[in-house]
């Protein structure tokens, strides 16, 4: 079982940087591969970045390679999601999700549906 939190969510300007941070708690944090998702108003939730266990895979959505970079630090359980350049279409609330692919053969997943835990989200406002 592993329980997240997220925080760093808040209003922002257009072309300012956010940091957000998913702190996680429970077993085998290490183990699992993490993700951001987002959900916009009005909108499905969409796929953000991924990183696996060890910190040294990731992948992006088309939207925001070049402006977001994701990162662990597994000794301290948590997850970041570095938020630059951002645009008012990045408004949405933000959400960290776990998965367990140890038992797959790949180490990163853009589906949410391979995500077994998440967080609760935080809001992130991006005016123009």
């Known amino acids: 079982q592993v329980q997240l939190v997220e925080s760093g969510g808040g209003l922002v300007q257009a072309g300012g940087s956010l940091r957000l941070s998913c702190a996680a708690s429970?077993?085998?944090?290490?183990?699992?591969?993490m993700g951001w998702f987002r959900q916009a108003p009005g909108k499905e939730r969409e796929f953000v970045a991924t990183?696996?266990?060890?910190?040294?895979?990731?992948h992006y959505a088309d939207s925001v390679k070049g402006r977001f970079t994701i990162s662990r630090d597994n000794a301290k359980n948590l997850v970041y999601l570095q938020m630059n350049v951002v645009r008012p279409e990045d408004t949405a609330v933000y959400y960290c999700?776990?998965?367990?692919?140890?038992?797959?053969?790949?180490?990163?997943?853009?589906?949410?549906?391979?995500?077994?835990?998440w967080g609760q989200g935080t809001q992130v406002t991006v005016s123009s």
């Open positions: 999700a776990a998965a367990d692919l140890r038992s797959s053969i790949v180490v990163l997943s853009t589906n949410e549906d391979e995500y077994d835990y």
């Open positions: 990183i696996g266990w060890s910190g040294t895979t990731t």
């Open positions: 429970g077993r085998s944090f290490s183990s699992y591969t």
